[in-house]
């Protein structure tokens, strides 16, 4: 009678297989929460924002490498080297979503004919600008490259995969209706937003590359992260 109540081997393996994945994805929640207050902390300066997402591009990286680097550690590390190079890339999306704003508030101002489709382009073209930029991040993270080489890359990743930089696009309006509803996810959305911009430039070269797996393709992309 035992035997024909207990639930079969595959099935038990099978709810303990689903119960680990879940454990894990409710740890990599908490990781990625930890990442976006640390985020925010680290940019309290404002200066130092482009510098602290530099950081939060580089745990992600090693996430997607099946590692763990010390969070804290990692922040204190990578802001104090990508100091001025993440204050020089804070000023170009600064200067992205200012330039965006005002050419999109004349555009709706003149009520010239088809000024609601100039104002969507315009939306359009600094969006797609906000996304190159975001990969640029997430490139220089898991590869090691320069700022330059990591800017062509992610324009060619757009250009080659334009799902990629419209996947970023909506994980940003997503945050942002988060934060708009509640407030206080300010202070830890950064972390999920990273982490889906990492995801997803890995998941575009794995494509590219033809690899079977994320992990794979950004070690192809890094081999001194393998060693």
């Excluded at 800017?151 to 994980?171: D, E, K, N």
């Excluded at 942002?176 to 990492?198: K, Q, R, Y």
Aim: aromatic share 10%; glycine share 6%; net charge positive.
């Amino acid at each position: 009678m035992s035997t024909l109540s207990s639930p079969p081997a595959g099935q038990r393996l099978g709810r303990q297989e689903a119960a680990l994945a879940g454990r894990e994805t409710i740890r990599r929640a908490a990781d990625c929460a930890a990442v976006g207050v640390l985020f925010f902390v680290f940019s309290i300066p404002i200066f130092t924002a482009g510098a602290a997402w530099a950081a939060g591009a580089e745990i992600f990286a090693a996430w997607v490498r099946d590692e763990e680097p010390p969070l804290f550690r990692t922040f204190l590390r990578v802001v104090r080297r990508d100091l001025l190079s993440g204050f020089l890339a804070l000023l170009v999306g600064v200067l992205i979503v200012a330039t965006a704003y005002f050419d999109v508030r004349v555009a709706l101002a003149s009520r010239m004919p088809g000024f609601v489709v100039e104002a969507l382009a315009l939306c359009l073209i600094a969006g797609a600008c906000l996304a190159t930029l975001l990969f640029a991040f997430a490139h220089r993270a898991a590869t090691s490259h320069t700022w330059m080489a990591s800017v062509r890359a992610a324009v060619r990743l757009g250009r080659s995969r334009p799902w990629a930089p419209a996947v970023v696009l909506l994980a940003l309006a997503v945050a942002a209706c988060l934060v708009a509803a509640v407030p206080a996810f300010v202070a830890l959305i950064a972390g999920p937003v990273g982490f889906a911009v990492a995801v997803v430039h890995a998941r575009a070269y794995a494509t590219m590359y033809g690899a079977a797996e994320v992990g794979t393709t950004v070690r192809k992309m890094n081999p001194s992260a393998s060693r």
